[in-house]
């Protein structure tokens, strides 16, 4: 039986009332097909919205091919077992200490922003344990340094294996949002807590994702400076930088810490 053959009983109806699926046109003439057919319509444009949120975004779809491809290709080229394939390194910084610095400012300078944001909450977003819950919110708050998009695993493991543990001190200068992506602008010390000299960030806006909506992307934070001067976004700036601590640490492809 086909595939086709074993789903018309299920609806009730056979070829013989007039409306065949192994056609590439099928043209209904059973009038309860045709109220079927109309109920579906009205009920994807109801939800259309919703709908398209679940749909995945052609540039993310290649990105997403590219850097899978990129990961295999490497691997198969230095022999690389995939559990220690290097993705990213960054500084990494504690999620409470980031999610504190929204609370603290709740009532202030990020008052819209975490209005909007906890109004379209997926989740129950109350704060556990110092930090918001809802998924929404990034659970590894880090700042990206170099990426394996831009540099082979050997570039990677050269110019950074020797700063991997390491202490280094950032300053959080602002807050940049829209109804897409959140972030905080950040300098960091040339230099590392016991004097090593800090490998730069390759993004021209460094900066530490806090959170992105359904459908976003934490990497369309890097758009945000353009679209603050296109009136597209926002920014606050600090009085005075906020500052803290952070552990130079490589990612693997799981988004999980590895020491290599």
């Known amino acids: 039986m086909t595939y086709v053959q074993s789903l018309l009983p299920q609806f009730n109806y056979s070829t013989q009332r007039g409306y065949d699926l192994r056609k590439k046109k099928p043209k209904a003439t059973d009038s309860a097909i045709s109220r079927m057919e109309t109920r579906l319509r009205e009920s994807v444009e109801k939800h259309r919205k919703f709908l398209s949120q679940l749909a995945v975004d052609p540039a993310d779809s290649a990105r997403s091919f590219f850097e899978q491809l990129a990961h295999r290709v490497c691997t198969l080229d230095l022999g690389t077992k995939e559990e220690q394939f290097l993705k990213l390194a960054s500084v990494d910084l504690e999620k409470k200490r980031i999610h504190q610095i929204l609370i603290e400012n709740s009532n202030s300078c990020m008052m819209d922003f975490l209005e909007m944001a906890l109004k ?3 989740d129950d977003y109350a704060i556990q344990d110092g930090s918001y819950a809802d998924s929404q919110f990034v659970t590894r708050p880090h700042i990206t340094l170099i990426h394996h998009n831009d540099f082979d695993q050997t570039q990677m493991m050269e110019k950074f294996a020797h700063l991997q543990g390491c202490v280094v001190n ?3 200068k602002a807050f ?3 109804d897409k992506v959140a972030a905080f602008a950040v300098d960091v010390e040339e230099t590392t807590v016991d004097g090593q000299p ?3 960030s ?3 806006f460094v900066h530490v994702t806090v959170w992105f909506a359904v459908g976003a992307k934490a990497f369309m934070s890097n758009e945000l400076p353009d679209l603050v001067t296109q009136n597209k976004a926002h920014r606050v700036d600090f009085a005075a930088p906020i500052t803290l601590q952070g552990k130079l640490t490589f990612w693997g492809m799981t988004n999980t810490p590895i020491v290599v």
């Open 120 to 122: 379209s909450s997926v």
């Open 170 to 172: 950032v300053s959080i």
């Open 176 to 178: 940049l949002w829209n």
């Open 198 to 200: 800090m490998l730069r």
């Open 202 to 204: 390759q993004n021209t």
